[in-house]
Structures are given as structure tokens and as C-alpha cells.
T-cell receptor, first 115, second 113 residues
């Protein structure tokens, strides 16, 4: 399996507090993504990155920010957590289409509960 | 805009039965990729298959087979002789080469012993 790890694996936090989730890869893949998974919605793209310091918004980016200061790390921050952000968060990596290799490898997920 | 529809929210079959999971996609692009991912109860997402839009040949991998039909914009997944270990949520997905993958909402498959 590709080297991709998410931390923490589980977190409970209080409404209004900031939360940062980390995705770390050892594959030197160019693209990194954050998705959230909710019942009845499948996986929805929050933000993605196509290189260091290059990020863009996905379908459900409100309330989230990201940073990528190094190829291997992609951080997702909830500036002020709300109960609607209770979800399972998945990070994914890919080489990118220009490599001819389409498709993702996913991390194991982070289960976040906002109380 | 792209869209993936998995109309079957949940399916239950008895072990050893065959089961087909439906996937219908929408895109105006002529070049695209289709995917299936499996999410077992443990929660990880496991890549199953990727097909490009120029290859309509059906694929078989053991008990799994995929039927890609551009005429109906469908990419259906069949499990033959289902087993309890096949119980999972299955996601169909689409990429139109913008390096983002759009997922369907998933089909939860229960294989009953």
C-alpha cells in the first residue's frame, strides 16, 4: 500500500474550537485531497492541492482551510468547529493525470466528532 | 457538470447469489475515467478498478466483473457467487481528467449467510 497516514484517527472536540487534521505521504505524489464522508452523501471533496502552496476549493469548502508547505503534508483546519462538521475525513493522494496515472490512494480516515 | 448516480442505496442478497450494483454517470467530456471503490466495515477505501472512456471491453477479475456501456452511460459491477466478505459499501466514481474524482453516494451491500 502507498505510504499515506492520517492523524489523529479519532477526535472529539467542542463546538467553536479550532481543529487541524494532518495527512502525511511518503510517495512524493503531487496531488493531495481532503474528502468528507457522510451518510447519504458519499464522499465529497473539501479542498485539494496540486503542489506545494497550490490549493483549491472543492464542493464543500465552507468552514475549512488547508495548507501545504511541504510535498508530504496536507493539513485541513476547521477554524471554528461546528456540529455539522462531525464526519469521517479522508485524505487521498495521486500522481496526477499528467503522469498518465489516474486514481487515488486513500488514507485510513479520521473520525471527527464535534460536541 | 459531472454526476454519478448509484440508485441502489442498499441491497441484501443471500450468500452465493449473484448481485449487480448499478452506476450511471453524466459527463459531456469524451475522455474520462470510471472507478469502483470498496469500503468494508473496517472503513478503509479500497480501489477495485479503473476504466478509461475509450475502452468498453468488459473486465473480469475472479468473481468480480464490470460492464461498461457508453450508450447508456453505465458502469455496472457484478459479484458472482457472493460471499459474506463482500459485504461493504461500494462507490462508483468518475474523473474527467481534471485530477478530481466525483463519487456516487454508494451502495451498501449485505451478504446474508
Amino acid at each position: 500500500d502507498a505510504g499515506i497516514t492520517q492523524s489523529p484517527r479519532h477526535k472529539v472536540t467542542e463546538t467553536g474550537t479550532p481543529v487541524t487534521l494532518r495527512c502525511h505521504q511518503t510517495e512524493n505524489h503531487r496531488y493531495m485531497y481532503w474528502y468528507r464522508q457522510d451518510p447519504g452523501h458519499g464522499l465529497r471533496l473539501i479542498h485539494y492541492s496540486y503542489g506545494v502552496k497550490d490549493t483549491d476549493k472543492g464542493e464543500v469548502s465552507d468552514g475549512y482551510s488547508v495548507s501545504r508547505s511541504k510535498t508530504e503534508d496536507f493539513l485541513l483546519t476547521l477554524e471554528s468547529a461546528t456540529s455539522s462538521q462531525t464526519s469521517v475525513y479522508f485524505c487521498a493522494i495521486s500522481r496526477g493525470g499528467d503522469s498518465g496515472d489516474y486514481g487515488y490512494t486513500f488514507g485510513s480516515g479520521t473520525r471527527l466528532t464535534v460536541v | 457538470a459531472q454526476k454519478v448516480t448509484q440508485a441502489q442505496t442498499e441491497i441484501s442478497v443471500v450468500e452465493k447469489e449473484d448481485v449487480t450494483l448499478d452506476c450511471v454517470y453524466e459527463t459531456r467530456d469524451t475522455t474520462y475515467y470510471l472507478f469502483w471503490y470498496k469500503q468494508p466495515p473496517s472503513g478503509e477505501l479500497v480501489f477495485l478498478i479503473r476504466r478509461n472512456s475509450f475502452d468498453e471491453q468488459n473486465e473480469i477479475s475472479g468473481r468480480y466483473s464490470w460492464n461498461f456501456q457508453k450508450s447508456t452511460s453505465s458502469f455496472n459491477f457484478t459479484i458472482t457467487a457472493s460471499q459474506v466478505v463482500d459485504s461493504a459499501v461500494y462507490f462508483c466514481a468518475l474523473s474527467v481528467l481534471d485530477d478530481k474524482i466525483i463519487f456516487g453516494k454508494g451502495t451498501r451491500l449485505h451478504i446474508l449467510p
